[in-house]
């Protein structure tokens, strides 16, 4: 079923007193649409490359091992592994991970698969050095890591939550952001200083932003909001309110904290 035939059937239904039936409705025309690939020769898959360098390259990595988004090359995903469900977050995303879906042609998102399923070792997690519960001990008493990031519903709020880091990010990726974190900064977690007309000076994480107004969470935990109009200056400076933790962690201790972040995979 073509998506404007799924948009005719969400339209068709549109009278009905519940929502949820539309909801229905344009659900299973989605399921209609997402059965086996039909798109897995040598040709698809090359096609797929190009869609997946231009569309989905930026946060995975070119060749898929992961960067931003997570290392698609294990061959095993949070959200499904079949070719359904494979087609079903490319086309429409997952939702609170940072990952929006493509416009394309089903052909398109198919040959995606198809070139998605190609990058696969088939080992599932990637190896990597290091102790995880050494790494563990290390995050709990070294580098005030839970002063920003929250694991399992403890921690700050500063950063970014863990709990699921090994779903989310590839190894080298995590790594990085641990010694230079300024170099890759998640879009939910941009730094902001704010000069009000006293002098003082506020810093924080930009959470919203109007012609208006500006809000941010504060080095403190708190939600602070003002009047543009209150303000002398706005800098939005391309570093994070985490600092480089190379010199706190390094070498064998580097690869371990890095083991036991990545091995966080809750289900």
Not at 77 to 87: M, N, V
Not at 219 to 239: C, G, H, M, V, W
């Amino acid at each position: 079923m073509s998506l404007l035939a799924a948009s005719a059937l969400l339209a068709s239904v549109t009278f009905w007193s519940h929502p949820a039936a539309a909801q229905n409705v344009l659900s299973k025309a989605l399921q209609d649409r997402v059965q086996e690939n039909p798109h897995t020769t040598e040709a698809d898959v090359a096609a797929g490359a190009k869609v997946f360098r231009r569309s989905c390259s930026l946060c995975h990595g070119a060749d898929g091992t992961g960067g931003d988004g997570p290392d698609l090359t294990r061959g095993v995903f949070r959200h499904g592994s079949s070719d359904a469900a494979l087609f079903r977050n490319i086309l429409t995303g997952i939702p609170n991970s940072g990952m929006g879906g493509i416009y394309q042609p089903d052909k398109s998102i198919w040959q995606v698969v198809s070139y998605v399923r190609s990058l696969s070792r088939g080992g599932g997690e990637e190896e990597v050095p290091g102790d995880p519960r050494r790494g563990g001990m290390l995050y709990r008493s070294r580098g005030s890591c839970s002063d920003c990031h929250r694991l399992n519903g403890s921690g700050g709020r500063l950063g970014p939550d863990l709990s699921d880091l090994g779903w989310r990010r590839a190894p080298d990726h995590i790594r990085a952001s641990i010694v230079e974190p300024a170099e890759s900064i998640d879009g939910g977690y941009r730094t902001v200083e704010v000069r009000t007309e006293s002098g003082g000076i506020v810093r924080g994480v930009l959470r919203n932003e109007d012609r208006f107004s500006i809000q941010l969470f504060d080095e403190f935990e708190n939600l602070r909001s003002f009047q543009k109009t209150e303000l002398t200056a706005i800098d939005k400076p391309e570093e994070s309110l985490m600092p480089p933790l190379g010199s706190f962690f390094r070498g064998r201790d580097l690869d371990d904290l890095v083991a036991y972040l990545y091995s966080l995979r809750p289900e």
